[in-house]
């Protein structure tokens, strides 16, 4: 919901617009997911507006100013460069988990997106358990026995070894 309602104060045509506040929605608090950060890279993929970013602005220089300034900025170039919703490419956002990370660090080649796809073709896989094992993200739950039940059960080399070990039939 934030980012709708900061798209579509960017994009209303009122130059002098105020940044909207609603009753849920405070898009300046500290603890928005719209960040200056975001805010930038909204426009990175179009040629105009990195071109102007670029020459404009270093990393430093975007720390240095707050949200509301870089959003009444945003808002500026908007209407200088006369930009539209569609000159702007979305980029989806998911939450990095433990799979993400861990393939990130095994395969730095990858970029995020294919590490991403990766991620969702092992959770469809139905090997998925092996995989997790291997990485190290599960272990298997081994199943406690005390010393007597240890006597009585008798039990094959292919069984201890199932039971003690982690093992792939191939």
């Known amino acids: 919901m934030p980012f709708k309602l900061y798209t579509s104060w960017l994009f209303d045509g009122n130059r002098k617009g105020d940044i909207p506040k609603s009753e849920d929605i ?58 539209t919703r569609r000159d702007i490419t979305y980029s989806t956002f998911r939450k990095q988990n433990k799979l993400f990370n861990i393939l990130r660090s095994k395969i730095p080649e990858l970029k995020n997106g294919d590490i991403q796809l990766l991620c969702d073709i092992i959770e469809r896989s139905s090997e998925r358990d092996s995989v997790y094992q291997t990485l190290g993200l599960e272990t298997p739950q081994k199943k406690v026995l005390s010393k007597r039940e240890m006597k009585k059960e008798k039990m094959s080399v292919a069984e201890f070894l199932e039971r003690h070990f982690s093992i792939i039939r191939l």
């Open 26 to 83: 405070d898009i300046l608090k500290y603890n928005s997911p719209i960040t200056s950060t975001f805010a930038i890279t909204m426009f990175m993929k179009n040629l105009r507006t990195n071109w102007y970013l670029n020459k404009t602005f270093n990393n430093m220089n975007l720390r240095y100013l707050n949200k509301e300034e870089v959003f009444k900025f945003m808002k500026n170039l908007v209407f200088d460069l006369k930009l």
